[in-house]
């Protein structure tokens, strides 16, 4: 079945950097498009950046040149370089489908920035 699994969170402080890994199954994943999202508290979840399956990437304002996502087919896994943390980017993030499918979410990494 289709399965999204989510790593690479952790606490940093702002201008801090971290890389989660996104690795699905269960589909053809060099056919389709990914995005990672996001939930922080109290917010609905958004699609913060996401890649096609002919790696055309677009990503949401707030993150423009802070965060960069980019696929490996050869390793079926997606990631998410963040660079430039601010606490706002605190937040559960996960990966799916783009656009997302409901019923495939994972468990998400957490991110926390500190000030």
């Known amino acids: 079945q289709v399965q999204f699994v989510e790593s690479g969170g952790g606490l940093v402080q702002a201008g801090g950097s971290l890389r989660l890994s996104c690795a699905p199954s269960?589909?053809?994943?060099?056919?389709?498009?990914i995005g990672w999202y996001r939930q922080g508290p109290g917010q609905q979840r958004e699609l913060v950046a996401g890649?096609?399956?002919?790696?055309?990437?677009h990503y949401i304002d707030s993150v423009q040149g802070r965060f960069t996502i980019a696929r490996d087919n050869a390793k079926n896994t997606v990631y998410l370089q963040m660079n430039s943390l601010k606490p706002e980017d605190t937040a559960v993030y996960y990966c799916?489908?783009?656009?997302?499918?409901?019923?495939?979410w994972g468990q998400g990494t957490q991110v926390t920035v500190s000030p």
């Open positions: 890649i096609s399956r002919d790696g055309r990437i």
């Open positions: 269960g589909f053809a994943f060099g056919l389709n498009a």
């Open positions: 799916n489908f783009s656009p997302a499918w409901n019923g495939y």
